[in-house]
């Protein structure tokens, strides 16, 4: 928790048990590294290509955000533009990769049983 009128080093605080307590020096140093870090829904797999895509999932994915919101500016955009606008492909190393969400979100069954499933 973070109140902003105290400042970060009297207004800082983290959750312990049943107690707030105020953040130290090493508190906040761990949290900001933390803030540096890729979220993992973001890792690229560099092993993946537009192939990997289901085009059907793109097309569900627009028709229910039209349900849900139809003015949504995400829906006027190309396929790669709205993949590329929800974190779900990435450019790495000169090539479009999907993410970790890209591929839970827009994998097809292949990709995501070569790639999710152990077995």
């Known amino acids: 928790m973070y ?6 080093h009297c207004g800082a605080f983290r959750r312990v048990g ?5 953040c130290v020096n090493e508190d906040l140093q761990d949290l900001f590294q933390r803030g540096l870090q890729k979220r993992y ?10 192939g990997d895509i289901d085009l059907k999932a793109i097309e569900e994915y627009r ?3 039209k349900v849900v919101y139809a003015s949504a500016s995400e829906l006027i955009l190309s396929d790669i ?17 999907l993410t970790v969400a890209g591929l839970v979100l827009f994998g097809s069954k292949m990709a995501l049983r070569r790639l999710l499933l152990s077995n």
């Not at 109140?3 to 970060?8: A, E, L, N, T």
């Not at 049943?18 to 105020?22: I, T």
């Not at 829904?41 to 537009?50: G, H, I, N, R």
């Open 3 to 8: 109140i902003k009128s105290k400042g970060m």
């Open 18 to 22: 049943a107690s707030d307590q105020r």
């Open 63 to 65: 028709r229910v955000r």
């Open 81 to 97: 533009d709205l993949l590329h606008s929800l974190h779900a492909v990435t450019e790495c190393r000169g090539k479009l990769v």
């Open 41 to 50: 829904e973001k890792k690229e797999l560099l092993d993946t290509s537009w």
